[in-house]
């Protein structure tokens, strides 16, 4: 007798292992998937009914054994209504768009009804938040699930609750979810500026960071760095503050920003997060750029793929030990 084979059609391991797991493809909803169980305003109207049928007996009252038998029957049938309410549903997931550390993601989910009656106040909830929605019948619906990105790599969409209580509350039916969807968390960028061009060993003239020397194009706050040649000295005898004078030309297209460059005093995630920012201030400039990590290294580009690339590397450097941290 196979017994693995038994165990997995039981409702026990559907309850408590499959939900856990990522299911790829459409889920759908069968009928041991929805559970229900009564809710506090069941058990409340299944005591009164007691109280109403041990007074009818008391005194022999027709009219009152007619309302309680009648009560009942319509709790009885709200039983079929509610799971009939969340069974036979199509779930499958959507689009999720990259975000950075500390936003919001908002994982997509496709509902199908491909049933001729609608599915009224279907609630979805996941990682503390809850979204309600209507599935009118032989439609999709999309709804949104909202899950607060706490770090960068990536982020699989934690398992969700589908519950209803319709038609008149007194029964929870609900089913467990998790389609095999994640979204890339990009690291958080801090506040800091595009850093000044340095030469690099090698390679003559060309420069593999900052801005260049050919043509002045305008003055920008004085940094900590930046070669007393390019500050504009008579802007300082007027009595302003230090200003750096930036030029553009053919190496200011183009700008490498690399690890090992960065001060030893910044940590991991500091030096992540600096270099988000200057690839976001270079493609917001228009301007050529590469990253160089700890083995890796993400060429030349300007577009806004090639952005997305140059996150997505910092989102996964050494993203296992980030997670367990």
């Given at each position: 007798m196979n017994w693995d084979r038994i165990l997995r059609h039981s409702q026990i391991y559907n309850l408590l292992v499959r939900p856990h797991q990522p299911e790829t493809g459409t889920i759908f909803l069968a009928q041991r998937r929805v559970y229900i169980l009564p809710t506090r305003q069941g058990f409340t109207f299944a005591l009164a009914l007691v109280l109403m049928l041990i007074g009818s007996i008391n005194y022999s009252l027709s009219?009152?054994?007619?309302?309680?038998?009648?009560?009942?029957?319509?709790g009885i049938v709200s039983i079929l209504h509610t799971f009939r309410?969340?069974?036979?549903?199509y779930v499958s997931a959507g689009r999720v768009e990259p975000v950075f550390a500390g936003d919001t993601v908002r994982?997509?989910?496709?509902?199908?009804?491909?049933?001729?009656?609608?599915?009224?106040?279907?609630?979805?909830?996941?990682?503390?938040?809850?979204?309600?929605?209507?599935?009118?019948?032989?439609?999709?619906?999309?709804?949104?699930?909202?899950?607060k990105a706490a770090r960068?790599?990536?982020?699989?969409?934690p398992r969700v609750t589908m519950e209803t209580r319709f038609p008149m509350g007194l029964f929870?039916?609900?089913?467990?979810?998790?389609p095999d969807v994640r979204a890339i968390i990009y690291p958080k960028p801090d506040d800091a500026l595009l850093p000044m061009p340095r030469l690099s060993h090698g390679t003559g003239d060309a420069m593999n960071a900052g801005t260049g020397t050919d043509d002045f194009s305008g003055l920008r706050?004085?940094?900590?760095?930046?070669?007393?040649r390019h500050i504009a000295w008579k802007a300082v005898a007027r009595g302003e503050v230090l200003l750096t004078k930036?030029?553009?030309?053919?190496?200011?297209?183009?700008?490498?920003?690399?690890?090992?460059d960065l001060p030893p005093r910044l940590g991991t995630e500091a030096r992540l997060s600096r270099l988000a920012r200057w690839v976001l201030l270079a493609h917001a400039n228009g301007l050529r750029f590469g990253v160089k990590l700890p083995g890796v290294e993400v060429p030349l580009g300007s577009s806004?793929?090639?952005?997305?690339?140059c996150l997505q590397a910092l989102a996964l450097h050494d993203a296992d030990n980030a997670a367990a941290a």
């Open positions: 009219l009152g054994y007619v309302l309680t038998f009648m009560l009942a029957g319509m309410n969340l069974a036979h549903l994982f997509e989910l496709h509902l199908e009804n491909r049933r001729d009656v609608p599915r009224h106040s279907v609630l979805l909830a996941c990682a503390g938040s809850t979204t309600n929605c209507e599935v009118p019948p032989n439609r999709v619906e999309t709804v949104t699930i909202p899950v960068r790599g990536w982020l699989q969409l929870r039916a609900w089913a467990y979810v998790r706050a004085y940094q900590s760095g930046d070669s007393p930036v030029f553009a030309g053919r190496a200011a297209m183009e700008m490498w920003f690399d690890w090992n806004d793929d090639h952005r997305k690339a």
